[in-house]
T-cell receptor, first 117, second 108 residues
Framework: GAVVSQHPSWVICKSGTSVKIECRSLDFQATTMFWYRQFPKQSLMLMATSNEGSKATYEQGVEKDKFLINHASLTLSTLTVTSAHPEDSSFYIC?????????????FGSGTRLTVV | GQNIDQPTEMTATEGAIVQINCTYQTSGFNGLFWYQQHAGEAPTFLSYNVLDGLEEKGRFSSFLSRSKGYSYLLLKELQMKDSASYLCADQAGTALIFGKGTTLSVSS
């Protein structure tokens, strides 16, 4: 089945530094990927939609200059949290449209736990 | 826009049946999903409804009424491992938009 590999699974960084999170589709081409953020005991909030070869579409309230998304190939999308602060500590998870019927087209990465100290 | 509502918490006992409701008000409805999520893990796909009616899949079933903007997830023969968050999600456009999730606690 379709697999999305997300890396790293967890990261601790110092306030003011940048962190890059990668999502790779392993056995399919993902023209569209989605990035979500989840705070403790809350649901997944869509941050942006990433389209291969074009600029990402950000949801209202999400700072595009802070959360840089790059989708340079059909199998890789990256989210860079720039100048991270403690309030950016969260669970970040990506999803890709896989075009299969098993999960009706959406495959999720395993998530990245970001802690900013 | 999207407005997806589901109860915050529910409790039940092993072996029981529980129904988790979800109401939605969206533009451009393309399907209703249910996911299970354990803390710190990715959500796991449970069901998808695009037509009215009941979809049964083992111990889990999902129902949809498009005219009422209503869905429910029915869990039968509850087990302790079913303790998790259950997320209702609407496919509006290309992305999935999630409700706030229902935390289900199953006790013995």
């Amino acid at each position: 089945g379709a697999v999305v590999s997300q890396h790293p699974s967890w990261v601790i960084c110092k306030s003011g530094t940048s962190v890059k999170i990668e999502c790779r589709s392993l056995d399919f081409q993902a023209t569209t990927m989605f990035w979500y953020r989840q705070f403790p005991k809350q649901s997944l909030m869509l941050m942006a939609t990433s389209n291969e070869g074009s600029k990402a579409t950000y949801e209202q309230g999400v700072e595009k200059d802070k959360f840089l998304i790059n989708h340079a190939s059909l199998t890789l999308s990256t989210l860079t949290v720039t100048s991270a602060h403690p309030e950016d500590s969260s669970f970040y998870i990506c999803s890709a449209r896989d075009g299969t019927g098993v999960s009706h087209g959406y495959t999720f990465g395993s998530g990245t736990r970001l802690t900013v100290v | 826009g999207q407005n997806i509502d589901q109860p915050t918490e529910m409790t039940a006992t092993e072996g029981a049946i529980v129904q988790i409701n979800c109401t939605y008000q969206t533009s451009g409805f393309n399907g209703l999903f249910w996911y299970q999520q354990h803390a710190g893990e990715a959500p796991t796909f449970l069901s998808y409804n695009v037509l009215d009616g009941l979809e049964e899949k083992g111990r889990f079933s999902s129902f949809l009424s498009r005219s009422k903007g209503y869905s429910y997830l029915l869990l039968k023969e509850l087990q302790m491992k079913d303790s998790a968050s259950y997320l209702c999600a609407d496919q509006a456009g290309t992305a999935l938009i999630f409700g706030k999730g229902t935390t289900l606690s199953v006790s013995s």
